[in-house]
């Protein structure tokens, strides 16, 4: 079983033996290369797109205070609630299928609008804001296991 080993010479993530095929700035350019790649027939099981210089970014989306913090807990438990009164009305057909979808909606926004608005409230301001977080890296490189790499090449050649 071959191990992944990062040399101390280079940048260039090794897992067996690959060669570089090309090498972007975003991640779009090194899937638009695979993508022809696999357009062509190319076995892309011998591909590689490894980022290097990885950043943790987060994007802020937007303020949260406590009445937003409820509204989403609101919504959040009433799709709760409404699946916890489907599941209800079909289990116990003898009761009106219509009320269980009704109470298990309302009963899932008050709780949810409960839950919501305490949890913010919980954080005492520390985090007044909602965001997304999520990996970014400098640059993107196509790696192809060397045994591949001349077909790979000529089909990139072939492509353009």
Known sequence: MRT????????????????????SLTYRE????VDRLADSGFPVRHLRIVGRDLYSVEQITRSQSLLR??????ASGAWFGLLIGLLLSVFLPGVGGTVMLLS????????GAFF???AHW??????????????????YDVL??????????QLLADAI
């Open 4 to 23: 992944a080993t990062l040399t101390a010479t280079s940048t260039e993530w090794i897992r067996g033996e690959t060669q570089p095929l090309a090498s």
């Open 30 to 33: 090194a899937e638009a290369v």
């Open 69 to 74: 913090s409820a509204g989403a807990g609101t």
């Open 104 to 111: 298990g909606l309302v009963y899932g926004a008050v709780w």
């Open 116 to 118: 919501g608005f305490v």
């Open 122 to 139: 919980l954080t005492h301001g520390r985090r007044d804001f909602a965001s997304h977080e999520g990996l970014v890296a400098a640059s």
């Open 144 to 153: 192809v296991d060397r045994p591949h790499a001349n077909s790979a090449r």
